[in-house]
């Protein structure tokens, strides 16, 4: 069983810096995407950005231009740089990784929160 080992959320104030990092605890095989993802109180959870094995990525509207995922696929590692924060950035942030083709799986952390005080 795979699990997602996330680190590096907290307080920050408007216009701030965060770095999200997400780790996979076993090997993992075969084409994906890893990615976070993000839930408000009250609102449904978002996809924030993701990237495959092969680099391609995919952002929010909301985060393009702030936001930055890159990964180390040696190290089943998936990074979220985050700048320029705001307020409504404010939420519980998860990964996950999610196999692509034809390999079927689907993980996700447990989240880390992220708080933008303006």
């Known amino acids: 069983q795979v699990q997602l080992a996330e680190s590096g959320g907290g307080l920050v104030q408007a216009g701030g810096s965060l770095r999200l990092s997400c780790a996979a605890t076993?090997?993992?095989?075969?084409?994906?995407?890893m990615g976070w993802y993000r839930q408000a109180p009250g609102k449904q959870r978002e996809l924030v950005a993701t990237i495959t094995t092969g680099s391609r990525t995919n952002y929010a509207d909301s985060v393009k231009g702030r936001f930055t995922i890159s990964r180390v696929n040696g190290k089943n590692t998936v990074y979220l740089q985050m700048n320029s924060l705001k307020p409504e950035d404010t939420a519980v942030y998860y990964c996950?990784?999610?196999?692509?083709?034809?390999?079927?799986?689907?993980?996700w952390g447990q989240g880390t929160q992220v708080t933008v005080s303006s």
């Open positions: 996950n990784l999610k196999g692509l083709l034809q390999n079927n799986y689907d993980y």
């Open positions: 076993a090997t993992i095989f075969g084409v994906n995407a």
